[in-house]
């Protein structure tokens, strides 16, 4: 059965009071004789000693309970801070607290203040050019120029993580950032650099950035793709050996990869750990490209037409880099064999089948099923409208997944008509889903709320329980569940409708 509410942690407990009495007794002080009287550059305060982590979940704890104001930031921003996460209270980040991180700060190594866009451009710069330590900065939609990179690209240059997402640079930033111009020394270390959505920033300063970046494992741009052939071709044209990087990520925000990218795909990028490509490009010599990727942990499939059937294209491509895979995400397919799939994935973490219209299955021994989706943790099924001939094959799909999936911690089904109370209760006798965390059913109109009292009356950790719009689970089901919940102090959460 779901875990019961706990106390929780003395820590906890501490922040909490902490956050509680934070005005009438932390603060007391600095508020009523202090604050907008005088300004300090350092305050002997009383949060002095706590370090980094506990700071941060006092701001979190503040931001959830709406009690976080800029008097807090003055007590809470110390010189001990390694780390410091404010992205979460943006309306109370001005450049007058901006300047406080600058002047007491000088350990700090990771700062966010994403989605903090009062602060001006040049707060920002001035700020980063007091902090040379740092290795993780999260600057998204926020008000960052080609200046303020300039002054990361001086400064900053042990930097390893930066997010510069929805902001307001051009080319010419990014070649302050990653230097190679103007004696700048740049930040060499970047391994993972995010500049995507960025319209001024072309091509052209995505190739200076691979360039540039010998260690880059993680670069997001829309032009990352062409970047690479366009690098490729013109080693070719002067006759040198096309240069390996070193990216793990083939697409930015499930952007397809074009087939000239597909093409030399081994060799630009042959520690390729995640992809998403187009099923109809699964053949030839693009397929055979694809299957050179060894490290790839990754894939994502969009079906767009039935050219390339499921056994010839995925399955040969799956038969390869199948060992490997830890997520596999599959859209549109009308002809899923999920025994090709767990045969040839036996690490498979997460499977995402969406807008699904058809699966089929080949004959295999029982023996063979119980061991396959032994690794799998999360089951994302969706689907779309099933001819006649699929409506029987899906039962036994889900079942034989869901049978063999005892890690599994998160399940999703999705207008999955074949989903009843006899097949839920003959998956429970061989699977009791002992980790099972969040379950959801949507519009699945065949299973009952019995058959969820029958999950609530299991043992597993069920934290949150989701059923939308399945018609044969009723308000008196619900009510009770709730009830359940309340008597056995469940730390479970339960969405109906």
Known sequence: MPQQGSPGTLKHLSIVNIATHIDSLWAADYIQNYLDQYNFMYIIGPFDVLPSHLIQELIELLVQKRQLSRRHLHLMIHQHLESLHLGKCSSCMTDAIIKLVQIRCKKLKRLDISRCNRLTSYAMSMALSYLPKLVYLNLYTTNCTDDVLGTIGAICVHLRDLNICKTHVTDKGIVSLCGGGNNIQGCRKLVSLDMSFNPRVTIKGVKHALRQLPILR???????????????????????????????????????????????????????????????????????????????????????????????????????????????????????????????????????????????????????????????????????????????????????????????????????????????????????????????????????????????????????LVLLNCKEVMRRDYDQMMKIVANQHFQLEITWT
Do not use: W
């Open 218 to 464: 993680q670069l997001l741009h829309n032009d990352v793709c062409d970047a690479l052939v366009a690098l490729h071709e013109e080693a070719f044209k002067e006759g040198k050996a096309t240069t390996p990087y070193q990216l793990r990520s083939g697409t930015v925000n499930d952007f397809v990869v074009p087939v000239s990218f597909l093409e030399i795909v081994d060799l630009v990028c042959p520690n390729l750990e995640y992809i998403f490509i187009l099923n109809e490009n699964l053949e030839g010599d693009v397929l055979q490209h694809i299957s050179k990727l060894t490290r790839l942990r990754n894939l994502s499939v969009s079906c767009t037409d039935s050219l390339v059937p499921f056994s010839e294209g995925l399955v040969s491509l799956l038969e390869t880099v199948g060992h490997g895979l830890e997520t596999l995400t599959l859209y549109g397919y009308d002809d899923i064999d999920v025994l090709a799939i767990g045969q040839s994935c036996p690490n498979l973490q997460t499977l995402t089948l969406e807008s699904c219209h058809g699966f089929k299955l080949q004959c295999a021994q029982s023996a063979t099923l119980i061991a396959l989706f032994s690794n799998l943790k999360s089951l994302r099924l969706g689907v779309e409208v099933l001819s006649n001939d699929h409506e029987t094959t899906l039962p036994e799909t889900l079942k034989i997944v869901l049978e063999g999936s005892h890690q599994i911690e998160n399940i999703e089904i999705t207008n999955v008509e074949g989903f009843t109370d006899q097949l839920f209760r003959h998956v429970l006798k061989q699977n009791s889903f002992s980790r099972l965390r969040e379950f959801a059913l949507i519009d699945c109109n065949n299973i009952t709320g019995s058959s969820m009292f029958e999950l609530l009356e299991g043992k597993n950790c069920l934290q949150r």
